[in-house]
């Protein structure tokens, strides 16, 4: 059994986060879990949390009660992807277009999945993947 279990935080780093907050929640209906002005922490769905940091502002670590979280930062546009069902990318390319979201690209994979990229108010790469991408999905 793989000591790793599945994927449990991701980061990006936004300019302005009420913006970026807006995006994740208005148009996928992520539910924000905690908020402040360093970070909002997102549920993304079956246990996973998309983590929204202000850049620049964990550059120095944060001291928590009970240890330690360590510095990190990143820039430029990063990547991250969603997992969709095949039977809902139709109605989320529907809303993305309907919000004046440009699908940047598509790609059908030959496993059968298909994702469909976008970019974020920071720029970043954002995929909608459904089944059919990786081995394991």
């Not at 970070?39 to 330690?68: K, N, Q």
């Not at 969709?84 to 999945?113: D, F, N, P």
């Amino acid at each position: 059994m793989p000591l790793v279990q599945r994927l449990l935080e991701t980061a990006l780093y936004c300019d302005d986060l009420p913006r970026a907050l807006g995006f994740y929640r208005d148009l996928l209906g992520l539910a924000p879990m905690f908020a402040d002005d360093r970070l909002v922490a997102i549920d993304a769905g079956r246990g996973t949390v998309l983590l929204l940091f202000r850049r620049g502002a964990s550059v120095s670590g944060v001291p928590m009660a009970g240890g330690r979280i360590p510095a990190h930062d990143g820039g430029g546009p990063v990547h991250v992807a969603f997992a969709v069902e095949a039977a809902g990318l139709a109605a989320l390319e529907a809303r993305l277009a309907a919000r004046g979201v440009a699908i940047e690209s598509r790609i059908r994979w030959s496993a059968g999945g298909e994702s469909l990229y976008c970019r974020d108010p920071d720029g970043h790469s954002v995929e909608f993947a459904t089944p059919g991408l990786w081995p394991s999905y």
